[in-house]
Nanobody, 122 residues
Framework: VQLQASGGGLAQTGGYLRLSCAAS????????MGWYRQAQGNERELVAS???????NYADPVKGRFTISGDNARNTVFLQMNSLKLEDTDVYYC?????????????????WGQGTQVTVSS
């Protein structure tokens, strides 16, 4: 499974950006996808996630400002980031948890996309 992230870039405080992440590859069942972010020297932290059933979860700092949505048919998730703050500046990584049914046994896995830089300036 490969993840291709896009979006990100530079925005001013109070502005918005939109990230997208598309999964492709061998036939797997994706259970949930989402985004983490990581500043240099810090641990990666969960930003938002969405299950295949549409349940969402958000980190407290982004609640009310970020919205995650998904397109199951295209195995794509989107992160709409509004009311951006300086502290949202980070490298954002999309991920997918999946089940691989192609072998003799079911294998659970997690894969990551390439990081995408989000920079918020005043």
């Amino acid at each position: 499974v490969q993840l291709q992230a896009s979006g990100g870039g530079l925005a001013q405080t109070g502005g918005y950006l939109r990230l997208s992440c598309a999964a492709s590859g061998r036939a797997v069942r994706i259970s949930d996808m989402g985004w983490y972010r990581q500043a240099q020297g810090n641990e990666r932290e969960l930003v938002a996630s969405i299950t295949s059933g549409g349940s969402t979860n958000y980190a407290d700092p982004v609640k009310g400002r970020f919205t995650i949505s998904g397109d199951n048919a295209r195995n794509t998730v989107f992160l709409q980031m509004n009311s951006l703050k300086l502290e949202d500046t980070d490298v954002y990584y999309c991920y997918a948890n999946y089940f691989d049914f192609t072998g003799p046994t079911v294998v659970a896995g997690k894969t990551w996309g390439q990081g995408t830089q989000v920079t918020v300036s005043s």
